[in-house]
């Protein structure tokens, strides 16, 4: 089995990732963690994509925290999406915290241009995370898996 877990940047899709690696023993990787794979960027990439692919039909689970929408066509069809959002002054107000409490008026450009980038993007399940548990997101998403 394999779930991507799509957002931007500061909406929670790593906590998610790793809360669901604790309660289902899911194999984590985020961005382009698969470049350490292989040793060219292009083997990996293709490593990956067939690591992926045998576990949509196999017992392992790999979570994908999908931050660049590059990396979306890397899942395999079956894999569960869920698309995971934040309110644009929350994203900005966490990635200060990131940045020991100051946002740089070009980060907040970045963040500002990028918000919104997966909203079309189908999904499975959409989860807007302001003010919800990391646990309840998860055993929403586990539900859906059946586990």
Known sequence: MVIGIIGESCTGK?????????????????????????????????MFS??????????????????????????????????????????????????NGKLPAPVAAMLETKHGMFDEERNDLHIHNVGRSISDICDRILALCGK
């Open 50 to 99: 067939e690591s992926l692919n045998a576990s949509e039909s196999g017992d392992a689970i790999i979570v994908y925290v999908i931050t660049e929408a590059e990396h979306i066509t890397l899942l395999p069809p079956k894999a569960l999406r869920v698309l995971v959002t934040a309110d644009l002054d929350v994203i900005k107000e966490r990635f200060a915290k990131r940045m």
């Open 14 to 46: 790593s906590s998610i990732a790793n809360e669901l690696s604790k309660r289902i023993n899911a194999k984590v990787y985020a961005g382009n963690d698969y470049t350490k794979l292989a040793k060219s960027e292009t083997e990996a990439r293709q």
